[in-house]
């Protein structure tokens, strides 16, 4: 029996998450709401990984479970694979999603961005938005550390947003 549930259901509790851990929880702490959020989606990213390799042999090296994760993971997600997959062969891999969901519908008017620091309401509405998409991002890093932690790769995520709705995930393995 195959469980899904709504997109725009999954959508709207990773928006509201972000808001009250931002906005109501922790809004004079962004670091702790950050850390807050990254530790939501580790816990997810734990338990689906469990879920989704229940029926699996293990990885035998890095790059298979990388690969795993871009791939099955990913299709189970979000309905499609990861666009580019990148290594340096030293423990760094990029993955890129040029169309990543979560920021399909966040825009951040550049002219906001852009403009002097002299019209404050302008300046900190686009750091406003920004710090918030940034913020958004912290759950889906989550969720790839949580999967490779339980694949056996202790890492660190990170995303980088300067295109959207593209987005790249820098997966770093700690040796």
């Known amino acids: 029996m195959v469980r899904e549930v709504a997109e725009s259901c999954v959508d709207g509790v990773v928006m509201e998450m972000v808001a009250a851990y931002c906005g109501r929880f922790y809004a004079a702490k962004p670091e702790l709401a950050a850390r807050r959020i990254e530790a939501i989606g580790f816990q997810v990213g734990h338990q689906l990984t469990e879920r989704y390799t ?7 090296d890095h790059l298979e479970a ?9 299709s189970e997600l979000f309905k499609k ?14 993955l890129q999603d040029n169309r990543f969901r979560w920021l399909t519908r966040v825009s951040i008017d ?8 002299t019209d404050n ?6 750091d406003s938005a920004a710090q918030t998409t940034s913020m958004l991002l912290y759950f889906p890093c989550g969720i790839i550390r949580g999967a490779l932690t339980n694949l056996g790769i202790s890492c660190s995520v990170t995303a980088d ?6 987005c790249s995930f820098v997966v770093r ?3």
């Open 54 to 60: 229940m029926e699996r042999l293990r990885f035998s």
């Open 66 to 74: 990388i690969k795993f994760i871009c791939k099955d993971f990913w």
């Open 81 to 94: 694979q990861i666009d580019n997959l990148k290594t340096n062969h030293r423990g760094t891999f990029v």
């Open 110 to 117: 550049p002219s906001v961005e852009s403009m002097d620091a």
């Open 121 to 126: 309401d302008s300046a900190t509405l686009g």
């Open 161 to 166: 947003m300067s295109n959207l709705p593209a």
């Open 173 to 175: 393995i700690k040796t």
